[in-house]
Structures are given as C-alpha cells and as structure tokens.
C-alpha cells in the first residue's frame, strides 16, 4: 500500500531553533516522487520541493533543507533558525501513479 | 501569472440545499484535482480529470457529489443535498502532465464549506 506517516501532529519551537519534520512513506514502487507542500495560516497549499527516488542527494534552500534516506524510507525536512513566519502545516506527499497522496501533516509553532 | 482560481471563498448554507464550487486551472495545465481538507480525515482526493476526462473518481464520497470539466478552464464540484458533514475545505489544483506525472500540483485558495 501507498502510505505517508508524519508522526508528528505538532511541534512548537522558539524563534532561532532549528526544528526537523519528520516524513515516511511506504511504496512498492522503484521509481516514486516525494514532495513537501506548506500551508500557512492564510489556508493555502505551497508546493516546496520535489525529489526522485533516484536523486538522494541532500538539498538545500535557503534555511530550508531536505534529508532524503531510501534506506529509512524517510524524507525529513529540516528548517535552520526558524522565524515566525515559518508557522505552518507542513504536508509530505507521495506520488502514487498519478496521484499524490499526503502526509496528516504537521502543524508548526514558531513563537517569538 | 495567474495561479488556480476558485469560487467562492467561502460558502454558508443550509442542510439540503444545493451547493456548487468552482475551479479554474491555470492555463496549459491538463490534469486538475479537486481535494478535500477536514480534521479528521486530512487531505482526501475526490477526483481527478485528465484533459477534461474524469480518471478516477474513487475518492467521491458518495452520490450526493458529481463532478464536471466541459472544458479545459473550468470545473464544478457539486453537493446535492448537502449534509453538515460536508463542511470542509475544498481544494482545487492543476498540473502539467507531459506524460510522467511528477509535476507539481498547484493548488488554489481553496473554498470553505459550512452546511448548517
């Protein structure tokens, strides 16, 4: 079955922390996408970043980065001092055929 | 550019009535999705059309909902009679597909839905 976990319902840091939300997934697939969407308090999805099953490569953007471990079936996705304006829910995503399928997501706090 | 665009941004009405959401993708992109967002149940996929063909409607919850693409700017997601428990965020989205599916899907602000 084509399954995204994200454990953690919700994290609340102080302004500066570095915060990691965790993501992992379950496919039968070889080749699959992995995605991380943002949606802030104003309600819209933002689409952050899009990886291969191919390309395990650690990417970095900004205070942004992403660990992605095949062996862990793990996506993680790491903010570097975070900001207030980083208060979200955070979705993790797989691409199942032609449909992603989220994540429960994780709703984070920033306080200043 | 214009991004995905639906209608309304929110929507009040009664048990029983009919209600109608709309979605305009952004142009050039051929598959479009309507989402569901609730608490409980997170982001659910209702259905999805490719080049204005329903491909999988598995996600409709029952036949109270109906989806139309006539064409390829706009779509309708459609609650008729509509129940309290229909109350949600109704997200539409679009991608371009060239045949491998992993684009990203853009999504629009979304429409929140309260049935009384």
């Known amino acids: 079955a084509q399954k995204v976990t994200q454990a953690q319902t919700e994290i609340s840091v102080v302004e500066k922390e570095d915060v990691t939300l965790d993501c992992v997934y379950e496919?039968?697939?070889?080749?699959?996408?992995l995605f991380w969407y943002k949606q802030p308090p104003s309600g819209e999805l933002v689409f952050l970043i899009r990886?291969?099953?191919?390309?395990?490569q650690n990417e970095i953007s900004g205070r942004y980065s992403w660990n992605f471990q095949k062996s862990t079936s793990s996506f993680n996705f790491t903010i570097t001092a975070s900001q207030v304006v980083d208060s979200a829910v955070y979705f993790c995503?797989?691409?199942?055929?032609?449909?992603?399928?989220f994540g429960t997501g994780t709703r984070l706090q920033v306080f200043p | 550019d214009a991004g995905v665009i639906q209608s309304p941004r929110h929507e009040v009405t009664e048990m029983g009535q009919e209600v109608t959401l709309r979605c305009k993708p952004i142009?050039?992109?051929?598959?479009l999705f309507w989402y569901r967002q609730t608490m409980m149940r997170g982001l659910e996929l209702l259905i999805y059309?490719?080049?204005?063909?329903?491909?999988?409607d598995s996600g409709m919850p029952e036949d109270r909902f109906s989806a139309k693409m006539p064409n390829a700017s706009f779509s309708t997601l459609k609650i008729q009679p509509s129940e309290p428990r229909d109350s949600a965020v109704y997200f539409c989205?679009?991608?371009?597909?060239?045949?491998?599916?992993?684009?990203?899907?853009?999504f629009g602000n979304g429409t929140r839905l309260t049935v009384t």
């Open positions: 990886r291969n099953s191919f390309d395990e």
């Open positions: 496919t039968r697939d070889t080749t699959y996408y």
């Open positions: 059309f490719n080049n204005n063909v329903p491909i999988d």
């Open positions: 142009s050039g992109h051929n598959s």
């Open positions: 995503a797989l691409l199942n055929t032609d449909k992603l399928i």
């Open positions: 989205a679009s991608r371009r597909d060239r045949g491998n599916y992993n684009s990203p899907l853009h």
